[in-house]
């Protein structure tokens, strides 16, 4: 059984696979191999924080609590931000956000035509200037929101690819100077995400909340869950 999906080398769903042993990393004894797997999407987060230069005095404003949103949520936490509002439209998602750590959540319309009450209302949760902004779903909505709510001189980060392309108000952004940068993938990430989960910086744990095993019918039923949705954050096989 093979899933090729990620260029060059092509990860894949199999037994065995063949990988240079220059970019493999050693678990240290305290992580587990699912840990060690989730270190895969916490280098998204990881990355988006080194990007936007998240550190202790920078409050965070995450859009999107889905699994990618979560781990940006645990990052910036790690790096040193004191405050971190995540927002969503599902109520689950948001309860697990705030059980992860987040300060406050906000749930959010998904009509474009409510995003100034949705601003007002996730800068009411902040208390205070939003300093770097992580768009995690990537859509119309969700980055207007992020450039509307972000400080004047702060940073919007935009890490989903929902949309491929996007309406956006930029003017009036750019008229207070806010920067706009993007991310893809990460780099470089190994390293600090294991020491993240050696020390306890960061606990993954809690993102798994579904496993499988390893037989065509297993795979078939997790892929399933982790599209549907719902209370599946991160959805693991076991060999």
């Not at 899933?3 to 493999?24: E, I, K, M, R, Y």
């Not at 895969?40 to 998240?54: D, I, Q």
């Amino acid at each position: 059984m093979k899933f090729f999906a990620t260029p060059p080398v092509h990860g894949s769903l199999a037994n065995q696979v063949v990988h240079p042993a220059d970019l493999c990393f050693k678990l240290p004894a305290n992580i587990s191999l699912e840990e060690g797997a989730m270190c895969e999407p916490l280098s998204v987060g990881v990355h988006a924080c080194r990007r936007a230069n998240v550190g202790p005095e920078t409050n965070i404003l995450v859009l999107g609590a889905g699994p990618i949103g979560l781990v940006t949520l645990l990052a910036a936490r790690a790096f040193g931000a004191p405050r971190i509002v995540i927002v969503d439209v599902d109520d689950y998602r948001l309860s697990v956000a705030k059980k992860l750590g987040a300060d406050d959540i906000v749930k959010v319309s998904i009509n474009l035509q409510d995003v100034a009450t949705d601003i007002e209302n996730i800068q009411k949760a902040m208390g205070g200037g939003i300093d770097v902004s992580f768009d995690c779903a990537g859509f119309n909505k969700t980055m207007s929101t992020a450039l509307g709510a972000t400080r004047p001189g702060g940073k919007v980060c935009l890490v989903g690819m929902g949309h491929h392309e996007m309406t956006v108000p930029l003017t009036p952004a750019a008229a207070r100077e806010v920067d706009v940068i993007g991310i893809f993938r990460y780099k470089n990430t190994w390293p600090l995400c294991l020491e993240f989960l050696r020390s306890g910086k960061i606990d993954v744990k809690p993102l798994i909340t579904h496993r499988f095993g390893f037989s065509q019918k297993e795979v078939e039923e997790a892929f399933e869950t982790s599209a549907r949705g719902g209370d599946a954050i991160k959805v693991m096989f076991n060999l």
